[in-house]
């Protein structure tokens, strides 16, 4: 049985950070490119962040230099980074794994940026 839980979100002040962690299992991990994906309250899901099973990142403009997006393929976990966040961070957070074959989404788990 595959599960992504996804871990570490909660509600943190404007320019505040926040780790959040996605843990895998029944996957072969280092087979999947791993995202994180967020949605708003009466938005589209949209992509956040990705990263190959080498290493190579991708990220939202929205995002950049802010956000930080790595994996462990030895403990088959995936994380984001989220560095001076602001209000309109707020959203759920997915995290999904990617391969050729299917993907596989994780629960998500609520990001609120607020004063």
């Known amino acids: 049985q595959v599960q992504l839980v996804e871990s570490g979100g909660g509600e943190v002040q404007p320019g505040g950070s926040l780790r959040l962690s996605c843990a895998a299992s029944g996957i072969t991990f280092s087979d999947y490119t791993m995202a994180w994906y967020r949605q708003a309250p009466g938005k589209q899901r949209e992509l956040v962040a990705t990263?190959?099973?080498?290493?190579?990142?991708n990220y939202a403009d929205s995002v950049k230099c802010r956000f930080t997006i790595s994996r462990n393929n030895g403990k088959n976990t995936a994380a984001l980074q989220m560095n001076s966040l602001k209000p309109e961070d707020t959203a759920v957070y997915y995290c999904?794994?990617?391969?050729?074959?299917?993907?596989?989404w994780g629960q998500g788990t609520q990001v609120t940026v607020s004063s």
């Open positions: 999904k794994s990617t391969s050729l074959v299917r993907d596989y």
């Open positions: 990263i190959t099973s080498g290493g190579i990142t």
